[in-house]
């Protein structure tokens, strides 16, 4: 058996080196292609996927982020979601996206996309649990307040989270609960409020 890069063939169960998990580490091409789109009609340039690509490289896309949100601030991350209607027109027979917006209600919306984001990211995960309207909130994430049919009201907290010691950036973070709002919205929320945490509740 042959051994790339020099790598001795006894070696092969080694660890991977960190070049090589980041060749691996992928964002959706559905996700960037979205946020492509908004940030350009807000002026921002930026790059998109290759239409038929099913995932990006997952170091262009934080780095688009995060130039945006150093020169522009989170809100227009935030606001990305809102062009869910038009990529759908855009894109009627995309499979992941086609279940995504058929959620029958806000908590269906999050439980699809628990369902799908081991393929939209290879490290980032939603972690979604009921709050009661006045509960302190630990940890990083964002409260959602709509009504989702759940016993706590509806209000629910949500943690997007990654890897022990390689969290999600606050980029990352905007765009995601950006597009969970609009997911939500779709699936019948009204009276939508959202409001960003940091860590102790602040």
């Known amino acids: 058996m042959r051994a790339a890069r020099g790598v001795r063939a006894q070696d092969a169960a080694d660890p991977p080196a960190a070049d090589e998990e980041a060749d691996r580490e992928f964002a959706s091409a559905l996700l960037v292609r979205l946020a492509a789109q908004e940030l350009a009609a807000r002026g921002a340039a930026a790059f998109g996927p290759t239409l038929g690509e099913a995932t990006v490289a997952l170091a262009p896309k934080r780095a688009l982020l995060a130039a945006v949100a150093h020169a522009r601030g989170l809100a227009p991350l935030l606001a990305v979601g809102r062009g869910l209607g038009r990529l759908r027109a855009e894109l009627p027979a995309d499979p992941v996206l086609r279940?995504?917006?058929?959620?029958?209600?806000p908590r269906d919306a999050f439980a699809r996309w628990q369902r799908l984001e081991r393929f939209l990211h290879s490290r980032h995960r939603l972690e979604v649990s009921d709050l009661p309207t006045a509960a302190a909130v630990g940890g990083t994430g964002a409260t959602m307040g709509a009504p989702t049919g759940g016993p706590a009201g509806g209000a629910v907290l949500v943690r997007h989270v990654g890897p022990p010691g390689a969290p999600p950036g606050a980029a990352e973070d905007a765009l995601i609960l950006g597009v969970m709002a609009e997911l939500c919205r779709e699936a019948g929320a009204v009276g939508l409020t959202v409001t960003l945490?940091?860590?102790?509740?602040?």
């Open 99 to 105: 279940a995504l917006l058929r959620a029958a209600d």
């Open 197 to 202: 945490v940091g860590p102790g509740g602040a």
